[in-house]
Each structure stands twice: as structure tokens, then as C-alpha cells.
């Protein structure tokens, strides 16, 4: 067989629109490759792009402005799109099952599926909380919080539970939405850890500043242990009065990842090595929150699997092509900035770096909004 045969009739399965698969897209639609068929499953047409929710619950952006369509960036790589739910992985078959009754085969498979939220840790939670995760119906749960919020008698204690970089951007947002819409005070709380993961002494100290300036009332190495209609329970046994729960606390991988004979890490993460490869399957690439990188894991966040993208999409390509694949590390760290939800931001990378005020803000405005210039396609 020529090697132009070779290649052709590759068929690609990307499995979720998550962060690192709009990236793979984008790079097949500005260079298509011969050769190449590719499919994406996705549960939702639309995919959020999480930098800009926060200021999208604030009110700095429209709902339209922080979602990628889907289906006109599939059409731009010449891709098909299929929405549905991927429920089992087949290895040995290279076979995805669908929640719709399908089944896809495949010669390459991407998977990049996010994470499900871990409430198991705050008894009640599942049933009196709103996850953060999955992003979307994150938003279908605003959209009712805020309805009840703006009627005479709606809710007014606001509970984050989460004090990560997602909880703390939450709390900034969520005061900052009510503030502008309600003329009567909205309590808002958050509680979580003190030390969030990338947020270094000098960040942090600004984040304090700002929560107290905002009233929003922190409540630090003080995990939540209990949730119920009237609020929240402490570990220290303390009570936080809360009409509404948003909870952003651990993540856990997605119930179908159980089902494929893939490596995986302890807690059931898609174990990957350099080239992005499932490490027991060379067919199988992996990307984003749903995976890690067994010799260098980073904490889940957006900006590493938007930096997998297009190392995916070149060792993809590099696959079909049968060259050698490239490698990547994760940085150990990465500029991480929190909107504060009044036309500020708070920025920091590293150890040492720390800064905030309105340059932050555009900065991080002008960074999410370049990002999503990309996929107007
Ligand atoms: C409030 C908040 C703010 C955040 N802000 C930041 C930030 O500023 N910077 C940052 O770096 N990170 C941020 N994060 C973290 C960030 O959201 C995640 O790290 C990021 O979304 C991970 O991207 P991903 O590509 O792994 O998956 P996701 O973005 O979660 O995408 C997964 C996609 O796969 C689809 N899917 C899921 N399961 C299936 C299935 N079985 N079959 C088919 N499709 C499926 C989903 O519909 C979804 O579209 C924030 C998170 C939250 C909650």
C-alpha cells in the first residue's frame, strides 16, 4: 500500500467540547489535513468558556460572548458533530457507546470530558446545593436563583462553598450581580480553605482586602460538613444562614471514564504521558480536567488544558501523518487572574508576583476576548 493510502481513511473521534478540543477544532479548520475524518460527540451544542463566567454572572458579559457554538466551528474544520453522551468506552474494539443507543468506531480517540463535582465529602449537598460543574447547568440554576433573588421575598444569603480560585471568583461575581440589581443587601459568604492552590501570600492578601471591602464574610479553614435548606454546617460545628448553596470544591472524574480499560491515576483520572497518549494506548489521546499527567499533575484548571490544545492538535495530525509524536510539560505555574466584579481585577503568578486595579481587569478582558476571537471561523 503507497503511504498516501496509508493515510487516508483515518477516522478521529474527539470525545467533549471541552477547552483543549475548541483548540483542536480551530487548528483543523485553519489547516485541514487530507486523509482525516473527524467526529465530535458533545453532550452541548454550546461550550462555555470558563475564564469569562464569573464576569458573566457579574453582568460584564453577555451569555452569547462566553460561548463557543459548537456546531459552526465542527462546520469550520469540516467536522461532524454528533450531540449525544458518551456512556462507554471499548478499548480492545476501539468503540465509543452512545447514551442515544449509537456506538462509534474510531482509529484515533480524543477524550476531553471535564470533571463531575465530588459532593459525597458534604452530607446533603446533592440534594440542597447547586454544583458548579457542569458549567451549563450551572447557568440553567442561575438563571432560577436570580429569578427568585429579584422577587420581593427571594433569597438573599448567598453561600460559596470553595475556596479555590473558581469559589473566590464566584463570590466576587455573585456580589457583584446582586449589588447592581437589588437595592436591599445580599449576604454573601464564602467558605473554603485559605490556601487555594496558585494563589500565592501576595495574592492572597489582596483577595482578603477586596472580599472584606465587598462584605463578603469568609469563613477560612472552616470546611463545610453539612447542607440544608437554611444554610450550611462547619466542621467547627458553626452555622452559616444561606438561602442558596453554590458549591466548587473537589473534582471527580466523570462516571463513564469507569467504564474504559484505560490507565487512570488512583482517584480515576485518565493517566497521560507527554505526548498526551493514554499511557496504555497509543490510539487514544486524552486532554483537560479529565486527564493527568501521571510524572507532572497541576491542578485542574482551564488554562492547562487550553495550553494542551494545540500540542494535541499537532501530535493528532502527527499520527495520521505516522511521524513522531512531540512533547509537552505543564508549566508549574501560570499568570491566574481574579476578577473582582467591579471593574478590577487581582493578578499574580509564581511565588512572588502580585498586583490588581483596573489594568488587571482589562488585561484579563482583553486575554478571554483574544481567545475567543479564535473561533470565529
Ligand atoms: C466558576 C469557575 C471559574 C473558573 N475560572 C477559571 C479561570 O479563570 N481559569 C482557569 O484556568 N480555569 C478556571 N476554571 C476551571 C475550568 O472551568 C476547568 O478547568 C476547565 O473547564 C476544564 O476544561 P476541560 O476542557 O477539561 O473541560 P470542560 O471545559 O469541562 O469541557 C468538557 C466538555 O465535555 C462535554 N462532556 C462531558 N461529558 C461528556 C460525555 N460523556 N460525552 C460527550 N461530551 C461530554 C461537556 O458538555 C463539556 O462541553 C473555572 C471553573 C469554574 C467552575
Not at 447592581?180 to 489582596?206: E, F, H, T, W, Y
Request: charged residues 25%; glycine residues 12%; contains cysteine.
Amino acid at each position: 500500500m503507497a503511504s498516501s493510502d496509508k493515510k487516508a481513511g483515518k477516522r478521529l473521534l474527539l470525545v467533549g467540547g471541552g477547552h483543549a478540543h475548541v483548540l483542536v477544532l480551530e487548528t483543523f479548520a485553519r489547516k485541514p489535513e487530507p486523509g482525516l475524518t473527524i467526529t465530535l460527540v458533545s453532550k452541548d451544542c454550546l461550550t462555555p468558556y470558563s475564564g469569562m463566567l464569573p464576569g458573566h454572572l457579574a453582568g460584564a458579559y453577555t451569555r452569547d460572548e462566553i460561548h463557543i457554538d459548537l456546531e459552526r466551528l465542527a462546520r469550520a474544520a469540516r467536522a461532524g458533530l454528533i450531540l449525544d453522551e458518551a456512556v462507554g468506552f471499548d478499548r480492545a474494539g476501539r468503540r465509543v457507546r452512545l447514551k442515544g443507543g449509537g456506538e462509534l468506531t474510531y482509529d484515533i480517540v480524543s477524550v476531553d470530558i471535564g470533571i463531575t463535582p465530588d459532593l459525597s465529602g458534604i452530607a446533603g449537598a446533592e440534594e440542597h446545593a447547586l454544583a458548579v460543574k457542569p458549567i451549563g447547568s450551572l447557568l440553567d440554576k442561575w438563571d432560577s436563583l436570580v429569578d427568585s433573588a429579584l422577587a420581593p421575598n427571594g433569597p438573599r444569603r448567598v453561600a460559596i462553598v470553595g475556596g479555590g480560585a473558581a469559589g473566590i471568583c464566584l463570590a466576587f461575581a455573585v456580589a457583584a450581580f446582586f449589588r447592581n440589581r437589588l437595592s436591599d443587601a445580599i449576604k454573601v459568604s464564602l467558605i473554603g480553605a485559605s490556601n487555594a492552590p496558585g494563589i500565592n501570600a501576595g495574592m492572597q492578601r489582596r483577595i482578603a482586602r477586596a472580599l472584606k471591602r465587598r462584605g463578603i464574610a469568609v469563613h477560612a479553614d472552616d470546611p463545610a460538613s453539612r447542607i440544608d435548606q437554611n444554610g450550611v454546617t462547619l466542621a467547627s460545628g458553626r452555622f452559616v444562614p444561606a438561602d442558596a448553596v453554590l458549591v466548587s470544591t473537589h473534582a471527580a472524574p466523570p462516571p463513564v471514564l469507569a467504564t474504559a480499560d484505560w490507565a487512570k491515576d488512583e482517584s480515576g483520572f485518565l493517566a497521560i504521558g507527554p505526548t498526551l497518549q493514554i499511557l496504555n494506548d497509543k490510539a487514544a489521546f486524552a486532554a483537560g480536567d479529565c486527564a493527568i499527567m501521571v510524572a507532572h499533575p497541576r491542578p485542574k484548571a482551564g488554562v492547562f488544558a487550553v495550553r494542551q490544545g494545540p500540542v494535541l492538535a499537532r501530535n493528532l495530525r502527527r499520527v495520521v501523518r505516522g511521524e513522531a509524536l512531540e512533547t509537552t510539560i505543564p508549566q508549574r505555574d501560570h499568570l491566574l487572574l481574579i476578577a473582582t466584579g467591579d471593574g478590577r481585577a487581582i493578578g499574580g503568578r509564581g511565588r512572588l508576583l502580585a498586583f490588581g486595579g483596573r489594568l488587571a481587569w482589562r488585561l484579563k478582558d482583553f486575554i478571554d476576548r483574544r481567545f475567543m476571537r479564535r473561533f470565529e471561523l
